[in-house]
């Protein structure tokens, strides 16, 4: 699959449109249910602050899938994607409010690679700290 955008319409630092991600813990209860992931860390905050952390914490692949959403929706076609990946270095901490959390999604295009490929470097971003690292999609451009 390609995506909907040109190839020779892109260039090394073009900016893909930012956006943020609301988290609350209704959002980690529907990820649990739709990922089959019930570790108590994403809902019991009793349990999360006993095993050390400040508090529930978002699932990782939860975050990397929101960061991902940043590439798919500015390509068009989420099978335009061919490489995906990140490392985790801080949790998304949700609090047990109607604010919840944010995820603040960047991207950027770093590198033009063959056969009309982009390489898109992403920063996510909750509470003011960055939340991946080394995240990088691979996408496929018409």
């Known amino acids: 699959m390609?995506?909907?955008?040109?190839?020779?319409?892109?260039?090394?630092?073009?900016?893909?449109?930012?956006?943020?991600?609301?988290?609350?813990?209704?959002?980690?209860?529907?990820?649990?249910?739709?990922?089959?992931?019930?570790?108590?860390?994403?809902?019991?905050?009793?349990?999360?602050?006993?095993?050390?952390?400040?508090?529930?914490i978002a699932h990782g692949m939860f975050t990397m899938a929101e960061a991902a959403r940043v590439v798919t929706d500015w390509a068009g076609d989420p099978g335009a994607v061919v490489e995906y990946g990140v490392r985790f270095t801080r949790p998304v901490v949700v609090p047990n409010d109607d604010k919840g959390a944010s995820i603040e999604v960047s991207g950027k295009v770093a590198a033009l690679l063959d056969d009309k490929r982009v390489r898109v470097d992403l920063t996510a971003v909750s509470a003011g700290q960055k939340v991946l690292g080394m995240a990088r999609a691979v996408v496929r451009l018409a």
Do not use: C, M
Request: hydrophobic share 45%; net charge negative; proline share 7%.
């Open 2 to 56: 390609a995506a909907k955008i040109a190839f020779d319409e892109v260039q090394v630092g073009f900016e893909l449109p930012a956006q943020t991600f609301p988290v609350t813990r209704d959002t980690l209860v529907r990820y649990a249910g739709a990922s089959g992931d019930f570790n108590p860390i994403h809902w019991n905050e009793k349990f999360a602050t006993e095993v050390g952390l400040p508090d529930v």
